[in-house]
């Protein structure tokens, strides 16, 4: 199973950004995503989270701004960045919980990591 994102770059502030993370591979079914980011200097932290049912819930510091959703038969999940500041410069990483066969358990798989730069 790999995990691929994409859609950072660099932004100014008060800007838009849509991330995407695609699952490939022996995918049996897919349970939670999630986004995470870190920070120079920092550590991870959670950013959102969508469970297979579409419940969301988001960092306190994005509420109102990002927002996280999910294609299924796209293996892929979303979060559309608005009114972007320079504190959410960060590397972000895309989660998701994924089951590869109906007799192993699930396990958390990571994306490489895209770059998100804000300037001021």
């Known amino acids: 199973v790999q995990l691929q994102a994409s859609g950072g770059g660099l932004v100014q502030a008060g800007g838009s950004l849509r991330l995407s993370c695609a699952a490939s591979?022996?995918?049996?079914?897919?349970?939670?995503m999630s986004w995470y980011r870190q920070a120079p200097g920092k550590q991870r932290e959670l950013v959102a989270t969508?469970?297979?049912?579409?419940?969301?819930t988001y960092e306190d510091s994005v509420k109102g701004r990002f927002t996280i959703s999910r294609d299924n038969a796209k293996r892929t999940v979303y979060l559309q960045m608005n009114s972007l500041k320079p504190d959410d410069t960060a590397v972000y990483y895309c989660?998701?919980?994924?089951?590869?066969?109906?007799?192993?358990?699930?396990?958390?798989?990571w994306g490489q990591g895209t770059l998100v730069t804000v300037s001021s």
């Open positions: 969508i469970s297979n049912v579409g419940t969301t």
């Open positions: 591979g022996s995918i049996f079914r897919i349970f939670a």
């Open positions: 989660n998701q919980g994924i089951m590869t066969s109906g007799i192993l358990s699930p396990r958390d798989y």
